[in-house]
């Protein structure tokens, strides 16, 4: 069957709705390259520089000998000082951001993106995301960008709006996928593809993990404020466990299917993190997707203390089995066995060169697809769960649900949304 991606679905609502903004996509300019190809070094800017963002630096620092740390935005003073005094200290000169070039504020990205930058990391909570990589875009700017890459269908269609852009300008982009770039699971995913265990009958894909602490508030914090630092906690923020961490085994099974389910089934609920701190997200999922094929993959999650730990993707053929298990276990059983090496290079770093290679190149390269694809796949399984229906990709798709809108002019004094805990049979399908 032919596969069904959001290039095929979503070209006619994409350039809709590009034109509507006033640009005509044929009238785009083609960009010069952020990076003057032949020059060794790569300037790099980093939006976000908690945890994850200051660990994308390091990354891309150890990539690539030849990039340098050129400037630095977050919302937080802590975390930007914390994040240049520990990149100061494990790389010295590599990284060069003088006060002048370390931006405090909403509008941080803007100025990262001015500062004479040829990467940019996108590192912020996801619901910023489809703003900085457009402005990243428009800036043309190469780009790696954490995932999930939205928290709605508006975020996922403003990412799509970007990926025109990117062809446009011909500028590299890589999400933080980095399943996609570790030989385990290219190994295993290329033996699937070529029969090795027959014909795909069903899937699973696990990440039943502990729960993140929630931070204590503060003296003198806001709301906002108190939920920009506990994040994750906030479905407007994050977009929950499905959209924040599943995704990751999620686009394994879309990489393995080559395609997008048509539609998900899906229950959840929260019984270990009930307390207001907890915010609105659930602590537990199992969704069921159907592809176009008539394949169903089961995906779960779960966020508990003191229970079993699974983090997994498992293929079952006609002829045989294949695991893919995080970064620790791979084969491939059936007619033909397969089991790889133990010696690896590290995904997180591999993600980084894999994109400044490809700049170097001059054939900058651009996943905003699969990354949108998997994020809007992980959208529509939280949907199913929380109003308790069959949710189509069409319907997600074309969802009027917008968490975009609330950090369009957001301040650490705005008003924080207060969204009540969905409710299956209550909340609706927007």
């Given amino acids: 069957m032919k596969s069904r991606t959001l290039k095929a679905m979503t070209s006619m609502l994409t350039r809709r709705e590009f034109l509507k903004a006033g640009v005509a996509i044929g009238a785009l300019p083609v960009a ?66 003088p006060p002048d070039r370390r931006f405090l504020g909403f509008d941080a990205y803007k100025h990262v993106l001015e500062s004479d930058i040829d990467v940019v990391l996108l590192c912020t909570p996801p619901a910023f995301r489809p703003i900085h990589f457009l402005a990243a875009m428009e800036a043309g700017k190469h780009v790696f960008m954490e995932k999930p890459v939205a928290v709605c269908p508006e975020g996922v269609r403003m990412i799509l709006r970007g990926d025109v852009l990117a062809q446009q300008k011909r500028l590299g982009v890589m999400p933080g996928t980095q399943y996609r ?22 899937a699973y894909a696990y990440y039943l993990a502990a729960s993140p602490a929630p931070i204590p508030r503060h003296e003198g914090w806001s709301d906002m404020v108190y939920q920009l630092r506990n994040w994750l906690f906030y479905t407007w923020l994050a977009g ?36 207001p701190e907890h915010g609105d997200v659930y602590d537990h999922f199992a969704i069921e997707y159907e592809y176009p094929n008539g394949v169903r993959v089961v995906a779960m999650c779960r966020q508990m203390d003191n229970v079993a730990y699974r983090v997994s993707n498992l293929v079952v053929g006609s002829e045989g089995t294949a695991l893919m298990q995080q970064f620790t276990d791979f084969y491939v059983r059936g007619k033909h066995t397969w089991e790889p090496g133990k010696q690896w290079p ?42 308790g229906k069959v949710v189509t990709w069409e319907a ?3 969802s009027k649900l917008n968490y975009v809108e609330r950090v369009l002019n957001i301040d650490y004094d705005t008003p924080a949304p207060k969204d009540p805990v969905p409710i299956p049979g209550k909340t609706p399908l927007i």
């Fill in 240 to 275: 929950d466990q499905p959209v924040e961490q599943l995704v990751h085994n999620i686009d394994v099974m879309n990489w393995v299917m080559g395609s997008v389910p048509t539609r998900a089934l899906a229950t959840g609920g929260r019984q270990a993190r009930t307390a």
């Fill in 32 to 97: 010069q390259f952020a990076h003057a190809y032949g020059s060794d070094r790569i300037k790099v800017g980093l939006v976000g520089c908690g945890g994850r963002g200051t660990g994308a630096a390091i990354d891309c620092l150890r990539a690539d000998e030849s990039t340098v740390i050129w400037a630095l935005g977050d919302i937080f003073e802590d975390r930007l000082n914390n994040c240049y005094a520990g990149l100061s200290e494990a790389f010295g000169e590599r990284v060069q951001v």
């Fill in 181 to 202: 770039w570790h030989p385990g699971y290219q190994g295993v995913i290329e033996r699937i593809r070529a029969g090795h265990i027959g014909e795909v009958r069903a």
């Fill in 396 to 398: 997600a798709l074309n």
């Fill in 346 to 387: 590290n995904p997180y770093v591999e993600e980084h060169r894999v994109l400044l290679q490809s700049i170097r190149r001059g054939e900058p390269i651009n996943e905003t697809r699969t990354i949108a694809e998997s994020t809007l796949t992980a959208i529509m399984g939280r949907m199913a769960a929380y109003t």
